[in-house]
């Protein structure tokens, strides 16, 4: 595996990325956050078993010749049919099962896949040699009459299937000429035949997909890649919890070398806000509704404290870095890391996208759950935090390691925050609340007009008193701060456009920080410079640009987070969350209205 042609599978509680070739090559268990089972995207150091690779889960014909994946549909089941020099063919279908069953969502902790031969006498190999300890091990198994046990931590898994296990276990070929399924999940016996059902199981969780796909306000424009792309950040929720991944793996470097190698399996506050924003202008509530869930959770179990940028997908606060020593990395990039300190780290802007993203609560009437006062109290703890701590430094939201500044974009978040409590203090009735909010929200912006303005160059910094630029100054206008039409952003955007573009892409900055200089495009920061493009009448530029972006796309439609300024290869953690926000949020901005068509 050498790029980044990925195509994830998944349930909400398990997912995995299986490469153009029908190899599982990234997946954790019991949840995204966890053990890796699949980690040969990150290169194992050791030999695998009886010439199995470890920590990858492969079908592959004798004499194969080609491999062509795509989706079933509107849902994320993958068919990649294997065609050998022959003309023997097979279908191999590859999904987590997630369906309605007896009055409940059933998504397990399961892998399922199917080989169906469709022409000549192909031979398969099964190739499966899951790995345990961060890629240490080859799991210890047993075999059983129709499985085979993998001692995986944190809890065993079993493979039931009805093609023989003397393969499974020792990855020699065979004549395959019948359909066999392969079902990879918790340690219990599989109820009645396995065949059969993992096809029930695959069907129902087509119309599953299709059903939800089918509530989605779509534009009519790039509408094959929007629902992939909604698809893919509804599998980047755990839904037990309702929190959002930034992505769904650790430590593809930014750059070729750059050591900039990062676990995103955790959930990120900026980072989930934007999720749902994207999700929101489709219609998913769902999504929304979950996640509205864990932050109520996560304010509950501050009890007052600073929160957090990010947390992991239980809510868990402690997400201690380390490095998994046994695996090599992305192409042999390492370092490989688990968890991630920025957990240590201020970043004021949270509470803006905390109260931003429980704001529609208190207005939306198709809620299941409408925000009332008591939230609203709730959240009037998170307006004084903001307060308190708008022009204070902190790390700002691209996570500077070793110096802290007043980002202007952290307390634009934060006047946003006391901004939108004024408004739902409003829409409650509270009066009192409202003034109170109302005057929190003026001094707040008299202070950011008077020190993030840099009347030397005549636009806004990213920091206060200084004349640093960023990306994420291009916000200003989404975050309500500034109308677009206000000549003071109008000059802000030529500044950025200036420092910042290299040709269709986007920096982030163009200063040295902990690393060096950037050496990749910040994908997500393209976008908003197309959104910026739009907002200002510049529409044939703006769409110039989304569709050299749509370019670089993997053949799943998705994106990581960087893209090679020079080959435009992709880099970073895949598939990212912002990068497909970016996509759905431009699509919807550029396409054509319906009417066209009706």
């Not at 009805?162 to 393969?167: F, Q, T």
């Not at 456009?497 to 910040?522: C, I, N, V, W």
């Amino acid at each position: 595996m050498n790029n980044l042609n990925l195509w994830p599978i998944g349930n909400c509680q398990v997912s995995a990325l299986v490469d153009d070739q029908a190899g599982f090559v990234w997946g954790c268990q019991p949840q995204v956050d966890g053990d890796p089972l699949f980690c040969s995207l990150l290169e194992p150091k050791g030999e695998g078993r009886v010439g199995l690779p470890r920590g990858e889960w492969r079908f592959a014909l004798e004499k194969q010749v080609s491999a062509e994946p795509r989706y079933d549909g509107n849902s994320p089941i993958l068919i990649t049919r294997l065609t050998d020099e022959d003309g023997g063919a097979v279908d191999v279908y590859d999904f987590c099962p997630r369906y309605m069953a007896k009055g409940r969502l059933y998504r397990p902790v399961a892998f399922a896949r199917i080989v169906r031969p469709v022409a000549g006498g192909p031979r398969l190999k099964i190739m499966l040699n899951p790995a345990t300890g961060w890629g240490e091990e080859d799991a210890d198994r047993t075999r059983g009459s129709n499985h085979v046990r993998y001692l995986t931590e944190p809890a065993p898994l079993r493979l039931s299937t009805d093609a023989p296990v003397g393969r499974v276990l020792d990855g020699r070929a065979f004549r395959i000429e019948r359909d066999m399924a392969f079902f990879l999940g918790a340690d219990e016996s599989f109820q009645g035949a396995i065949g059969p059902n993992v096809a029930r199981m695959m069907d129902k969780t087509k119309r599953h997909w299709m059903h939800w796909v089918r509530g989605l306000a779509v534009p009519l424009d790039w509408q094959d890649m929007v629902i992939r792309c909604a698809i893919t950040l509804k599998l980047c929720q755990h839904e037990e919890t309702g929190a959002i991944v930034a992505a769904l793996t650790t430590s593809i470097p930014e750059a070729p070398g750059s050591e900039r190698n990062w676990d995103y399996r955790y959930c990120w506050i900026r980072d989930a806000y934007y999720t749902v924003q994207a999700l929101n202008r489709l219609g998913a509530l769902d999504v929304l509704e979950g996640y509205l869930h864990y932050l109520r959770d996560l304010v509950d179990g501050a009890e007052g404290e600073e929160l957090q940028p990010l947390y992991g997908v239980g809510g868990n606060a402690q997400l201690t870095e380390g490095f998994a020593e046994a695996l090599s990395g992305y192409r042999g990039m390492g370092p490989v890391r688990i968890g991630n300190a920025a957990f240590t780290q201020s970043q004021h802007d949270a509470y803006g996208q905390i109260v931003l993203s429980n704001a529609q609560a208190f207005f939306d009437k198709r809620l299941f759950r409408a925000g009332d006062e008591s939230d609203f109290r709730q959240l009037e703890a998170i307006g004084e935090m903001a307060a308190a701590k708008f022009d204070e430094p902190d790390a700002g939201l691209w996570e500077f390691r070793t110096r802290a500044s007043v980002h202007t974009y952290s307390s634009v978040m934060c006047w946003a925050a006391v901004d939108r409590l004024a408004n739902i203090a409003g829409r409650l009735g509270l009066e009192d609340r409202e003034r109170y909010w109302t005057d929190k929200a003026r001094h707040i912006r008299s202070v950011i007009e008077e020190r993030a303005w840099c009347e030397e160059k005549g636009r806004y910094s990213a920091i206060f008193d200084g004349d640093e630029l960023d990306a994420s100054l291009l916000q200003l206008v989404d975050m309500r701060f500034v109308p677009v039409d206000d000549p003071k952003f109008r000059a802000t955007l030529e500044a950025v456009e200036k420092g910042l573009r290299h040709g269709d892409q986007m920096l982030r900055y163009a200063s040295e920080d902990d690393f060096g200089l950037p050496e990749t495009a910040f994908n997500f920061c393209t976008f908003w410079l197309i959104e910026a493009l739009h907002r200002v009448g510049r529409d044939e530029e703006a769409r110039d640009l989304f569709e050299a972006t749509l370019k670089r796309l993997t053949p799943a439609c998705l994106l990581s987070e960087d893209t090679d300024f020079k080959t435009g290869e992709l880099w970073g953690n895949y598939p990212q969350t912002y990068s497909l926000v970016g996509l759905i949020n431009c699509a919807m901005l550029l396409s054509r209205p319906w009417s066209a068509v009706r």
